[in-house]
């Protein structure tokens, strides 16, 4: 695929994730004002964050795990042999998931108790029965993970992201019941379950008209290496992680009392809204060219692929870590601070922040260095998986049982910055050791411009705080404020970027002259 389309695939799959995103937050929101951060939410959101987790993990696992095979299915035999392996794959999938998720109703109890170990009984109970709600439809997210894969490998990739937009439009329409009917915020859940078995239905449809196409298979220079039983493990371990690490997030943020899971959870949704579904659209079109390249043998394209997507994901995550640091007491504040949440809960969110921002630049290399890494056959997954995380977690709980007593809910983000870069570096060790240098001396000016464009908007935003002075309390005027130092920071740093040559801006400004020309004619 030429890079052109590649940005443009990765520019489409972005802007839905942001739509998603902006419902995430739209749902956190009403949330905060309509039920506070106290017992209900935190039952709530662990709850949500169980199933939700599981969810997200069944899908990274199915694209990491699936895609490349898929891909070379569907170039090789064509569109009748890739329909007949995923009716057998779909219907094994959610059978395995009912199994499961049918043990873990009847546990829920003691998944509960062991999860969250700070909760106090009506805690427990209400959090054991959103858990069951949400519990009985996640066999059907596992097989529109599955599905979701397929739709990757035949580079439709905008179809499950829409889908997956139908869960959070169902909470959205419960929410703005709530203050009709004075439904409690169990109503939620119940919505999301409903949007669930909607967004199956949508996944079916779009496989389906996928599948009726037909191309011609074609036969590829070198062998595809078959996945091995220790690179399917390697996969599911790096998702025991994913899941793992929020799992002990959670349980450390519930021995802080009262809205400590609450007050992280709405940092988190606020943090991740940009920078996390360009992130995560990088790695899902990138991945797709990583594995085609290695079918290939072609090392020089996967190097260079590598280097494209880092600059692809932090040129637009570098600037949006940067206004989250500078900007995180007024943008909570605005967002949060009015209706049922209490000023101790936004001076708490706030701080976790703070914590979470430098964590987005981690989180988007290491994304782009997983990818390219398991799209490689050839690596010792098990080798490299099962040592990396086995320190990044226990550098985790560690830090969390030394700074929890001091810093409360602040040692949660702070220990998962730790253990993520931790987790980076070992990442990118087992890669230059299999592949050689992934970014040579001369070839880190693109990075380097980046950071300096990024300084630049830093400084831009706090002069613009400055010249506003300290005087915005009300709400109107804290969001103009928000507005004019992201704006002058965005503006400082596209031009400074666009100054220093960073070749994304000319990818970008090529994108819009089509555009452009487009919608003249």
């Not at 035949?154 to 709530?178: D, H, N, Q, T």
């Not at 880092?310 to 007024?330: E, G, Q």
């Not at 070839?443 to 830093?458: G, K, L, Q, R, Y």
Request: hydrophobic residues 60%.
């Amino acid at each position: 695929m030429k890079q052109r389309g590649t940005l443009q695939n990765i520019i489409s799959v972005t802007f839905w994730k942001t739509a998603g995103m902006g419902l995430s937050l739209i749902i956190a929101l009403a949330i905060a004002n309509l039920f506070g951060a106290g017992l209900a939410t935190d039952a709530f959101f662990f709850a949500r964050r169980l199933v939700s987790n599981a969810a997200a993990g069944l899908e990274r696992a199915f694209h990491l795990l699936q895609v490349p095979p898929l891909v070379r299915l569907a170039e090789t035999r064509g569109p009748d042999a890739l329909s007949v392996h995923l009716r057998k794959r779909l219907w094994q999938v959610f059978l395995a998931a009912a199994v499961i998720c049918a043990a873990a109703f009847v546990f829920s109890e003691q998944i509960v108790a062991l999860l969250a170990p700070g909760f106090s009984g009506a805690q427990r109970q209400a959090a054991e029965t959103y858990f069951r709600v949400l519990l009985a439809v996640l066999p059907l997210s596992a097989a529109t993970a599955l599905a979701g894969a397929t739709l990757n490998a035949l580079r439709l990739f905008r179809m499950p992201v829409i889908a997956r937009l139908i869960p959070r439009l169902c909470a959205v329409a419960a929410l703005a019941l709530v203050p009709v009917f004075a439904f409690g915020i169990g109503a939620v859940a119940l919505a999301i379950a409903a949007g669930t078995v909607l967004m199956a239905g949508l996944f079916a449809f779009c496989l389906r008209q996928a599948l009726a196409r037909s191309w011609t298979p074609v036969k590829t220079p070198s062998p595809q290496v078959p996945y091995s039983q220790r690179r399917i493990w390697a996969m599911l371990l790096s998702q025991f992680h994913v899941i793992g690490a929020a799992w002990i997030d959670m349980a450390m943020a519930s021995l802080t009392g009262e809205g400590g899971i609450a007050t992280l959870e709405f940092a988190q949704r606020m943090t991740n809204m940009a920078p996390g579904v360009v992130t995560s659209s990088v790695v899902v079109v990138y991945y797709t060219e990583f594995a085609s390249q290695l079918a290939q043998d072609n090392r020089d394209a996967f190097r260079t692929s590598v280097q494209e997507a880092l600059r692809a994901t932090l040129f637009f995550v570098m600037p949006a870590a940067v206004a989250l640091f500078m900007l995180n007491r007024p943008l909570v504040s605005a967002l949060l601070g009015h209706g049922a949440f209490a000023p101790w809960a936004v001076a708490q969110t706030a701080g976790i922040v703070a914590w979470l921002a430098p964590l987005l630049l981690v989180n988007a290399v290491l994304g782009a260095l997983a990818s390219a890494l398991f799209a490689d056959p050839r690596l010792p997954h098990v080798r490299i998986i099962a040592t990396s995380i086995s320190a990044a977690l226990a550098v985790r709980v560690a830090l969390n049982w030394l700074l929890l007593p001091e810093f409360g809910i602040l040692a949660v983000p702070a220990a998962s910055l730790v253990s993520m870069t931790l987790l980076m570096g070992l990442l990118y060790f087992w890669l230059i050791r299999s592949h050689g240098p992934l970014i040579k001396l001369q070839e880190t000016w693109p990075f380097a411009a980046m950071a300096i464009a990024s300084a630049a908007a830093a400084i831009a935003i706090r002069l613009a705080q400055t010249a506003a002075g300290s005087g915005t309390a009300g709400r109107v005027e804290m969001i103009l404020l928000i507005a004019l130092c992201t704006l002058c920071g965005g503006l400082v740093y596209v031009a400074a970027a666009t100054l220093l040559k960073v070749p994304e801006t000319a990818r970008i400004r090529l994108l819009l002259h089509k555009a452009v020309r487009r919608g003249a004619a």
